[in-house]
């Protein structure tokens, strides 16, 4: 195959690609259950740990920026705001929540009401803006999220969709820092939270641009 056929064929599927696509801002209300998790890893002395841990229940807007589908398949999403409120008290304002990736896959069929599943990785250095002092400002070295769900979700126009969605796997690796020691040699606190089961839900819907 020539250079000239391989570089048409190239232009002929990013062109497939990107005609149907659209970004998307959405708006959704999220829930995140105290869901009980194993935790396992050491600290920062070496020390293991294992143990069962219970994540902190709130609920909240969050606002997202969405871009797909591709080949009516894939699309890709961020979260960019959320607001915490925490059932046990305490708010938090997030920008970037966690910042990373969520790939969503649905039917290449022209549905009114779709299901689709996603799955995605996001990595955290944020710190929180609470407004009391019972949640006080957290931040991480670094933290690494894998996510996983099912959602559906239902055409209202060609602009507007709205859509329901669950989280059923969460995996978290928490790195807590780094001990020095004059001779060189150091130790790295980790730890790592794995839930199956309904760790979420949201409902909200996405508005297309562009088109």
């Known amino acids: ?58 609920v909240g807007p969050t606002v997202e920026a969405a871009y797909g589908p591709l080949w009516n398949i894939l699309s890709g999403r961020l979260d960019l705001a959320q607001v915490s409120i925490f059932t046990s008290g305490g708010t938090a304002f997030r920008i970037l929540p966690t910042l990373g990736l969520d790939v969503m896959a649905e039917p290449p069929v022209d549905w009114r009401v779709k299901p689709y599943v996603w799955a995605g990785v996001r990595t955290t250095g944020y710190a929180w803006m609470p407004t009391t002092t019972l949640y006080p400002v957290l931040q991480h070295d670094s933290e690494t999220h894998w996510r996983g769900g099912l959602g559906m979700k239902y055409e209202l126009t ?21 001990d020095v020691d004059p001779d060189g040699s150091f130790m790295a606190g980790t730890s790592m939270t794995e839930v199956i089961g309904l760790v979420s839900a949201e409902v909200g819907a996405r508005f297309t641009f562009g088109k």
């Not at 149907?20 to 740990?49: C, H, M």
């Not at 060609?158 to 780094?178: H, K, P």
């Open 1 to 58: 195959m020539t250079a000239a056929k391989t570089a048409g064929i190239c232009l002929v599927l990013a062109g497939i690609a990107l005609a149907e696509p659209s970004f998307r801002i959405g708006t959704k209300l999220t829930w995140r259950s105290d869901a009980r998790s194993s935790i396992w890893g050491e600290n920062q002395y070496g020390v293991p740990v294992v143990g069962v841990s219970y994540g902190p229940e709130f």
């Open 158 to 178: 060609n602009r507007i969709d709205l859509f329901a969605e669950t989280q059923w796997y969460s995996r978290d690796t928490y790195w807590e820092g780094v």
